[in-house]
């Protein structure tokens, strides 16, 4: 599962983000379930594994409990609502979806704009789902890769 989401990131030219964090309450949530983990990497952390300064966070959700599946697939499926769909791929029951999201918003305090990107990379299966959200600006697809496979 983990080589077909590689697979994908490398097959993709990456896009976009929202400024909302609707990731956030689900990591908070599946961190303190049986048969979940979850991952938060700040940019400091990602600096030193080598990401640009322009990656500013990745979370990570991981659910090996088949009865909470339905319930993460729903929770995912509401939240993707707002996001483009940049690639599905049904394989062998398990389903992988790729999406992205871009927010231009003015910057702290100085003049003009900043774009953020945030792409949502989802694998569901069965018995097992992965849900990975990388935001910043100016992401590069082999850094996300390399990111992921530190992980």
Partial sequence: MKRLILLIMLCLPMAA????????????????MKDCSTVVLSSEMLKSMGANAGVEYMQVIAVENSTLIGELRAEIDSIAKG???????????????????????????????????EYLI???????????????????LNEATSIFNRL
Wanted: no cysteine; proline share 1%; aromatic share 6%.
């Fill in 17 to 32: 983000m929202a400024q909302v964090d609707h990731i956030a309450p689900l990591v908070d949530k599946y961190s303190t």
């Fill in 83 to 117: 996001y483009n769909l940049l690639m599905s791929v049904n394989s062998n029951g398990a389903i992988v979806k790729v999406y992205s999201v871009t927010q231009v918003y003015k910057s702290d305090g100085r003049a003009g704009r900043k774009e953020m990107q």
């Fill in 122 to 140: 989802v694998s569901i299966a069965d018995d097992e789902g992965v849900v990975v959200r990388l935001v910043g600006n100016d992401i590069k």
